[in-house]
Every structure is written in C-alpha cells, then in structure tokens.
C-alpha cells in the first residue's frame, strides 16, 4: 500500500514541463472536498506530466487572496455545513468567476460547487443559499437521497461513469445543455434522467469516485481547452488511452 501524496507531490511541477506549464486553481479544498474529489487535480496533474506539461497547482480557500493567472478550475463536493461556510466568501470572488467561466475558462464543477454555481440552493430545512449565477440552475434539497453508481451517455464525451450521493434536486434551465443522460442512477434529480450540465468550457456534474480517472475524455477536453487557449496547441500524444478501460468496465458492472 503506497503513502498518500504529500502536499508538496501534489503543487510540484512535474521535472518535464518543456512544453509549458498550466495552472490549476481548486476550489474551496478545505469544505469542499468529499468522495475524494482531489483525485480530479491528480488525474489532470499526471495526464499532463505524460505529454510533456508541467501543473502548478493552486489552492484557494475563504478569505485567501484569489489568483490573477489560472488556466483551468475544478471544484469539488462538500456537505452543506460546508456551503453556508463558504458561501460569503464565494459571493466576494463571484465577479471574478463569471469573468473567468465567460472568457471560456475550462471548469470542472462537482456536486457542491455545482449547485453554488447556479442561482441558489434552498436546503431541506427552508435555507436559502445563494449562488454566483455562472450556471442557469436552482436546487432544492429533497428527502429522497440519490445515491449509487451512475452510468450516463454523452455525444461530447461518450460513456460517463461515477457514483453520485445527493439529497439536492437541480433542474437546468434553458441558458444550459446537460452533460449526458443517465441510462443507470438519478443524475441531476428524480425526474429527468439528465446528468450534469455544459455551459461555454464548464463541465458540472453530481459525479464523484472521483469523476476523472474513470473518464479520461473529460480530463483531456480540460486539459486541451486550456493549452489551446495559453499555448496555441496541445501536443495530445503520449497516453494510454486503454489505462481506465478496467476501472470503467468495472464501474459500469457494479451494482445500484
């Protein structure tokens, strides 16, 4: 069994980085980080190191000064103790992340941050807390828990697979395309058998375990928006694209 990653393996810059490097802002680490949703910075981290690219990765937590360069974000889950905590300090960023997700940003956007994302998240006891309006959604909290593997089916990215865990009820509205639609589990509520959505270079989505290592096509449609836009081009060659063929046909297999 090998050690976790120490803090250092995990903002290093990989030893090959001639062909650039990007940098990777995640949000909120501290409260919104369940379900191991920092595997998702790994995954980018390492398929970059692959091709070439060197990952600076940042992390910016309440009341942290927010950084003037970042090339890509991700967000991850939190309970909802872990959105009322945030929520003041996401409203004083919230300028900054519109401008970012309307210049084409690529954002990768989990459960909690999802919803935040949106126009508002009204809990199951009647809290009301607001989103940054970068998404057009609302969600209320339910008493049904939608919980279990999910497998979901996407023009953009082909088959997704991942595990959602969510009491939260999120409903698109028309500015948003989902991201798939849900052919095993709830998605983005009971009713629709949408999963997710797309929004400019934004992926949101309710799917943990975490999302990326099972589903490198999102991965590399971060990773190649990103270099796209800061380099010009992104040299796509040197990955195993059959490496999460096992993780995902066993996905896809388990259980509800």
């Known amino acids: 069994m090998t050690d976790a990653p120490s803090a250092a393996d995990l903002t290093a810059a990989p030893a090959d980085s001639s062909k650039g490097t990007l940098r990777i802002l995640q949000l909120y680490p501290r409260e919104m980080n369940i379900y191991g949703d920092y595997g998702n910075v790994l995954v980018l981290k390492q398929r970059l190191a692959w091709r070439g690219y060197g990952a600076e990765i940042l992390e910016y937590d309440a009341g942290d000064a927010f950084p003037d360069d970042v090339d890509v974000v991700v967000g991850g889950g939190g309970q909802d103790s872990g959105q009322v905590v945030i929520q003041d300090d996401l409203q004083a960023i919230a300028p900054r992340l519109r ?4 210049d084409g940003t690529p954002m990768l956007l989990i459960c909690g941050l999802y919803q935040l994302f949106g126009r508002s998240f009204r809990t199951h006891d009647g809290t009301v807390i607001p989103g940054i309006g970068v998404l057009d959604l609302e ?6 828990r939608l919980i279990g593997n999910v497998v979901a ?8 697979h991942g595990y959602e865990n969510h009491s939260g009820q999120t409903f698109l509205g028309a500015g948003l395309e989902p991201l ?3 052919t095993k589990g709830a998605g983005n509520n009971s009713e629709e058998k949408h999963e ?4 400019k270079n934004i992926v949101a989505s309710y799917l943990h375990g975490s999302l990326l290592p099972k589903n490198p096509a999102i991965a590399d449609f971060l990773l190649r928006t990103a270099a796209e836009r ?3 081009s992104f040299a796509a060659a040197g990955v195993d694209g059959s490496r999460a063929d096992p993780a995902r046909q066993h996905a896809g297999a388990r259980p509800r």
């Open 180 to 182: 798939a639609t849900v």
């Open 230 to 232: 800061k380099f010009g």
């Open 99 to 102: 401008e970012l997700a309307e």
């Open 153 to 160: 089916t996407s023009e953009e990215f082909g088959e997704i």
């Open 196 to 199: 997710g959505a797309r929004y």
């Open 139 to 144: 969600t209320r909290g339910g008493t049904e």
